[in-house]
């Protein structure tokens, strides 16, 4: 059984921070690329930021400078600290974990609301 759990996320004004996680269990953690995406209401989902297995990083442009995604394999959680909010980054967040041809898994999402 994989499960993929988000949380932290909720409603904070522009400028604030926030830090969502996400939990797993049922995965060797090491091994899979992890990410966050987000769905705001009518568009399309976006990927937000990636971590490999290596721990390799990458942002989206419209997040870079304000958003770090890390992770702790001892915990086998990651992680997604949110600075200087935005209203537009209001959407509901993903957690997503993949291995390459063989495995892609999400979690339930969790709501972020930035009040302007």
């Known amino acids: 059984q994989v499960q993929l759990v988000e949380s932290g996320g909720g409603l904070v004004q522009s400028g604030e921070s926030l830090r969502l996680s996400c939990a797993t269990s049922?995965?060797?953690?090491?091994?899979?690329?992890m990410s966050w995406y987000r769905q705001a209401p009518g568009k399309q989902r976006e990927l937000v930021a990636v971590?490999?297995?290596?721990?390799?990083?990458n942002t989206a442009d419209s997040v870079k400078g304000r958003f770090t995604i890390s992770r702790d394999n001892a915990k086998n959680t990651m992680y997604l600290q949110m600075n200087n909010l935005k209203f537009e980054d209001t959407a509901v967040y993903y957690c997503?974990?993949?291995?390459?041809?063989?495995?892609?898994?999400w979690g339930q999402g969790t709501q972020v609301t930035i009040s302007s």
């Open positions: 971590i490999t297995s290596g721990g390799s990083t």
């Open positions: 049922g995965i060797i953690f090491g091994l899979f690329t």
């Open positions: 997503n974990a993949r291995r390459e041809g063989s495995s892609n898994y």
